[in-house]
């Protein structure tokens, strides 16, 4: 079946540093992808998202690079901050499947100040 | 942007009682709904697809006696946890897919579940 997984499940940076969330992905056939960040108690809260006709796309302090070649996505947060933290998800969506959405496991990311 | 409340937040029962989580879309119109659970540090798990107007679609393993969903509006789906165990106590997360922007699901708070 389809699975979003992750590479690390965790990632610790130096603020003002940037930060790259890897995700790998196994159904060639997703349409579409998101990133979410979820804080603690939370529900997640959508960051950026790609279509599949996409390879890159840049949002206010977030990039989401897409390679469909290895079916790899990523998320590169620049100048991460304290509020950063928080566990990333990256998510596929199969268009023809009632748009449902597949969840990796999770990446959390520290910042150290 | 768009918001979606999700009430309670947090909820404690006895065990045997039922519990209903609302999910409200407040500015847009969902056509579609999705209902998750969440165990700690894990991802989250599609429960349910409930679209309204009609019966939610609930994912292999999930009983539908047992999560009762109902979609009566474009602006309200209710999650029902009937006759609620101690393994029932989990992370319940409502997203709401916009009418015109499909693509984009929007999620509640979520609503921490206790069963004593």
């Known amino acids: 079946g389809e699975s979003v997984g992750l590479h690390l499940p965790t990632l610790s940076v130096q603020e003002g540093d940037n930060s790259i969330i890897n995700c790998a992905y196994s159904?060639?056939?997703?349409?579409?992808f998101i990133w979410y960040k979820q804080e603690s108690g939370k529900g997640p809260q959508f960051i950026i998202d790609?279509?599949?006709?996409?390879d890159k796309r840049q949002g206010q302090r977030v990039t989401v690079l897409l390679n469909k070649t290895v079916k790899h996505l990523s998320l590169q947060i620049a100048a991460t901050q304290p509020g950063d933290s928080a566990v990333y998800f990256c998510?596929?969506?199969?268009?023809?499947?009632?748009?449902?959405?597949?969840f990796g496991d999770g990446t959390t990311l520290t910042v150290k100040p | 942007g768009a918001v979606v409340s999700q009430h309670p937040s947090w909820v404690i029962c006895k065990s045997g009682t039922s519990v209903k989580i609302e999910c409200r879309s407040l500015d847009f119109q969902a056509t579609t709904m999705f209902w998750y659970r969440q165990f700690p540090k894990q991802s989250l798990m599609l429960m349910a697809t409930s679209n309204e107007g009609s019966k939610a679609t609930y994912e292999q393993g999930v009983e539908k006696d047992k999560f009762l969903i109902n979609h009566a509006s474009l602006t309200l789906s209710t999650l029902t946890v009937t006759s609620a165990h101690p393994e029932d106590s989990s992370f319940y997360i409502c997203s709401a897919r916009e009418r015109v922007a499909k693509n984009i699901q929007y999620f509640g708070a979520g609503t921490r579940l206790s069963v004593l």
């Open positions: 790609i279509r599949s006709n996409m």
């Open positions: 998510a596929e969506t199969l268009f023809t499947n009632a748009g449902k959405s597949t």
């Open positions: 159904n060639s056939a997703s349409d579409y």
